[in-house]
């Protein structure tokens, strides 16, 4: 089945840029979503078809995604940005939705 | 606006079938508009999806947790269910319902989440 791949965690200071990658095989030919998860609270869509914006999510929030892999960007990140961060892909082969493993992003 | 609330034994023991059920409220599940979906994500780590259902009573699930997965839904009661059997202590997890639009759209969005243990 198709593997997504995350890097465990990302460190970023106050109002800088936090970057998170989701690798996969091709995965430009796929729409990419985007998950933040605080603790004990359910995962909160921040970003759907690569780089569309829920209603309700700050413009700091984006994304992309090219050739082997998927980027989510926060910009002037905020304390209140830390949390897990969570790629996810429909697979077409196994019919199936595949999460990657998570980022956990650190505002220091 | 739509909620989701999941519920079920919080303890099953090894062997045998854990049983969950999400209410929805909010929206009529009989909408042919959306799916429902069952996600669980173990102590520490990743999420992982279970499967979903449509209104009509389609479905699709892993392939990892296939044999074992039954999910069905109970318009009359604006609820949708989990079966998994056969579990083990591996299956101890936080258990979420979600919704999403028909087709590949993401879950969206989610219930609170309930934990279920899996030990005799």
């Known amino acids: 089945s198709y593997v997504l791949t995350q890097p465990p965690s990302v460190s970023v200071a106050p109002g800088k840029t936090a970057r998170i990658t989701c690798g996969g095989n091709?995965?430009?030919?796929?729409?990419v979503h985007w998950y933040q998860q605080k603790p004990g609270q359910a995962p909160v869509l921040v970003i759907s078809?690569?780089?569309d914006r829920p209603s309700g999510i700050p413009e700091r929030f984006s994304g992309s995604n090219s050739g082997n892999t998927a980027t989510l960007t926060i910009s002037r990140v905020e304390a209140g940005d830390e949390a897990d961060y969570c790629c996810?892909?429909?697979?077409?082969?196994?019919?199936?939705?595949?999460f990657g493993s998570g980022t956990k992003v650190t505002v220091l | 606006q739509v909620q989701l609330q999941e519920s079920g034994p919080g303890l099953v023991k090894p062997s045998q079938t854990l049983s969950l059920t999400c209410t929805v409220s909010g929206a009529s599940i009989s909408s042919g508009t959306y799916y429902w979906s069952w996600i669980r994500q173990p102590a520490g780590k990743g999420l992982e999806w279970i499967g979903r259902?449509?209104?009509?009573?389609?479905?699709n699930y892993s392939p990892s947790l296939k044999s074992r997965i039954t999910i069905s839904i109970d318009t009359s009661k604006n609820q949708f269910s989990l079966k998994l059997s056969s579990v083990t202590a591996a299956d101890t997890a936080v258990y979420y319902c979600?919704?999403?639009?028909?087709?590949?759209?993401?879950?969206?969005?989610w219930g609170q989440g309930t934990l279920v243990t899996v030990s005799s």
């Open positions: 979600a919704r999403g639009v028909i087709g590949t759209s993401p879950p969206d969005p």
């Open positions: 259902i449509y209104t009509s009573g389609g479905t």
């Open positions: 996810q892909v429909w697979d077409s082969s196994s019919d199936s939705y595949v």
């Open positions: 091709n995965i430009e030919r796929k729409s």
């Open positions: 078809y690569d780089s």
